[in-house]
């Protein structure tokens, strides 16, 4: 989406505080430093994580919805709810849209947990542009 594009949907939808992006930056940054493949492979393990949900584009129908679930039986509706008005959102740029994955947890807490030491060289590999093996460092244990 270019800038004037992405203005445009800001301002019509009122969002809050539009210039602050600082936390989506510090967010992200440590993905930054992994490689397209240690990308693909951590979105396939995210999805079979147990109470997670991927919404994406329907590969078939182009339709953007929820693909995947890994819930606990009878707890599918419950958990869901949260992916309703990520979708709708969605659903009002599709052709901004490239074919996509969102692996989320209905849940508070996050759904992958690392330490502040591989956080940390994540993030100084980012800075330095260089790709940081996601896999080896995360299964030493």
Known sequence: MHDRARWQYITK???QLPDEYDQIFQDFEPFWSMSPKDLALLQEETETKRDSFTI?????TGAIEVLTWAFQDGKYDQLIVGSRGIINL??????DLPPFRMAFSP???PNRLS??????ARIEAAAERRCASYFTNQRKN
């Open 13 to 15: 939808h009122k969002v």
């Open 56 to 60: 994406g584009r329907n590969s078939t």
């Open 90 to 95: 969605l659903k009002e740029i599709p052709e």
């Open 107 to 109: 849940h508070d807490g």
């Open 115 to 120: 330490s502040y030491q591989v956080k940390h």
